[in-house]
């Protein structure tokens, strides 16, 4: 069965606009000079002069949204500013309320008789950040998790973090977790 991804949805604490094709929800002025050039060499400012693979795949990432935004075909990609941890129950319901509408549900619950309802699984995906937050990123587990049983949707939670020392242990690199 082919997979299709029916939206695109991510946070940050400050998202930058790529003017052109915005990725916000509601269109702003850059805060970075006039226009999308700008708001990509912004982008560039964040990489060391030496790393030019990463300066490489922030170019490919670009290309790769702006594909996608000029393809019908796709589902939009969508940043909105989100304050993490704490943020991100309110941010995963306005997603479930938006995805209800798109699979046919009522306001009330209640399924649309044209369109069942899907339980689509949620894949979530960070790289190094939770270090940067003020728990480490364990609320976020907790928020993901109620979140989960809540909705009854299936998340996993594809994460690329350095290792977390938790009661004198090293859990290893790279995980994926099903919540």
């Known amino acids: 069965e082919n997979l299709k991804i029916v939206s695109r949805n991510g946070c940050d604490l400050q998202p930058v606009p790529l003017h052109g094709n915005t990725i916000l929800e509601e269109p702003r002025a850059s805060q970075h000079g006039g226009g999308e050039n700008d708001d990509e060499s912004f982008l560039k400012c964040f990489l060391w002069p030496d790393q030019r693979e990463r300066l490489h795949r922030l170019e490919e990432g670009i290309a790769a949204f702006r594909t996608i935004q000029n393809d019908p075909t796709q589902a939009s990609v969508r940043v909105r500013p989100v ?77 690329s973090e350095p290792p977390r020392v938790e009661s004198g242990t090293k859990s290893e690199g790279t995980s994926l977790e099903e919540k």
């Open 83 to 159: 304050e993490l941890p704490h943020g991100l129950p309110a941010f995963l319901d306005e997603l479930e309320e938006e995805w209800n509408i798109m699979s046919g549900k009522n306001d009330d619950g209640g399924a649309n008789e044209a369109t069942p309802p899907e339980r689509l699984p949620v894949v979530i995906y960070n790289t190094y950040m939770t270090t940067y937050l003020e728990d480490e990123g364990r609320a976020m587990e907790d928020y993901i998790s109620e979140w989960s049983a809540r909705t009854g949707r299936t998340v996993l939670w594809a994460q």
